[in-house]
């Protein structure tokens, strides 16, 4: 499995605290079959610019002890961005924020209550530089929750979308739960990752949530939304999409399958 979100780089954000439960939270991933981790911290680029210029040598450090515990886990660079005014200035002035430090794909943090002024208009900038933004765990943003048909048009035009781990084992409550089903109907999901914090809080469960998936969207999407779209990250390459026109009424049937 290839997880594109988690906070396993220690002491910068609300992940781990130190290395050792980072080593920790990288031997619990890859005991579950993880064998690839962007790590990808909270970076506001307004305020945090120097732990963005630090990423590349943190990543290192913190690859360098997974090796020394023997894990068979790649730790490659990331961060998710808050989507403030100041991402394209960050991002023209060579901080490396998007996934791989390639260039081509960046994971926008989504905050739960509200929708940021002047998202909508981010995302086409982004595009416009060759960008492809993803968004992280649209699932639990109330305003998602409550109206999903206002992403309809981002995903039209490319928006790609990761939702966590979690929300499909009801860790972030039933609206969570339901939502993220609802986006997974759509065919408007192209990634599901853990989203991880700790060994112990906010465990990655990626494994969990692939064998209750596997069950609803069956094997093939489920590999597609953990591990090869997830390698399409890693090589910089397109993520394909076909996302369906938003319908309240949609069936679980007509959409998976059945």
């Given amino acids: 499995m290839v997880d594109i979100h988690s906070h396993i780089l220690p002491g910068v954000d609300d992940g781990a605290g130190d290395i050792e439960e980072s080593v920790d939270l990288a031997e619990l991933s890859a005991s579950e079959g993880t064998t690839v981790i962007f790590a ?32 068979p886990l790649r730790l490659v660079q990331g961060a998710e961005v808050y989507p403030d005014c100041g991402v394209l200035a960050a991002l023209d002035a060579g901080l490396p924020l998007t996934l791989g430090g390639l260039g081509k794909h960046l994971l926008l943090d989504l905050p739960l209550t509200a929708i940021p002024l002047g998202f909508e208009q981010l995302v086409f900038d982004l595009q416009r530089c060759g960008i492809t933004p993803i968004l992280a765990h649209p699932e639990r943003a109330i305003p998602v929750q409550m109206q999903p048909q206002m992403l309809e048009p981002l995903v039209h035009r490319g928006l790609l979308l990761q939702i966590d781990a979690g929300s499909m084992l009801g860790s972030h409550g039933p609206a969570a739960e339901s939502a993220a089903l609802m986006l997974l109907r759509h065919k408007w999901v192209q990634f599901v990752a853990s989203d991880a914090h700790s060994p112990r809080v906010r465990r990655p469960r990626l494994a969990d949530a692939a064998r209750v998936l596997t069950r609803i969207l069956g094997l093939e999407r489920v590999t597609e939304l953990i591990s090869t779209n997830g390698r399409r990250v890693l090589e910089g390459e397109a993520i394909p999409t076909n996302p369906a026109d938003y319908s309240p009424k949609r069936s679980r049937w007509r959409m998976f399958g059945g």
Avoid: C, F, K, Y
Avoid at 41 to 65: M, T
């Fill in 40 to 71: 990808t911290p909270h970076v506001a680029p307004l305020q945090d610019r120097e732990l963005a210029l630090q990423l590349p040598e943190r990543v290192a450090a913190l690859q360098d002890a997974i090796v020394s515990r023997g894990l």
